[in-house]
């Protein structure tokens, strides 16, 4: 480049001086000015220095911003791999949480069932003493078996997700999530 550069500038003085040599002697005896030689040649001097430092630090500027570009590009890609990582990490993390409450879930219907498997037996006994209140009893006691069932299974589901959350999620994934595992398990108490 440097080359390029001197060459440049040696060309254009070159046809500087052929366009002055082809003027003549008539040209300074027109405009009257000894010096004007000397001024072409201080012009060339000072051309020549110019185009010399900027073929000198040109290159080495230029070098430094390639590298500064390809360092910022890396450190970019860098980054997107990471997030890249990160989201997928988290995809995994969202369906781990998934399967889990599916878990307990099921855990919570099973015991559900139980219960209620049991309040019909007892119920059965006592069917034929006290036809009416047992009825009556048995009715409550199904609605506070599956309320507090419920109730136990989404405050356990809770705090198994909180906990998984904490460990694994940012303050705003966390309070995002949770906003919406509680108002599915709100909906969820309301339509049955």
Known sequence: MMRRVIWAVMLG??????????????????????????????????????????GKAAPAYFQGRRVEIQNALTEATRQIKDAEAK?????LRFSSI??????LRG????????????IRH??????????EQTEQEITLMKRAAREE??????????ELAAQRI???????????????FVSDLRHRVRSN
């Open 13 to 54: 003085l070159g046809l500087a001086f052929l366009a002055f040599a082809q003027e003549g002697s008539a040209g300074v005896a027109e405009t009257g000015d000894p010096w004007l030689v000397w001024k072409w040649i201080n012009f060339a001097i000072l051309a020549a220095g110019l185009g010399y430092l900027i």
């Open 87 to 91: 989201a997928a990490d988290l995809e």
């Open 98 to 103: 998934k399967n889990e409450i599916e878990r």
């Open 107 to 118: 855990e919570a219907r099973s015991a559900m069932a139980a219960e209620s498997q049991r």
């Open 122 to 131: 007892e119920t059965e006994k006592h069917l034929k003493r006290v036809e």
């Open 149 to 158: 069932l419920r109730k136990f299974s989404a405050r356990l589901a809770l």
């Open 166 to 180: 904490k460990t694994r999620m940012t303050g705003d994934t966390e309070a995002g999530l949770v906003d919406r």
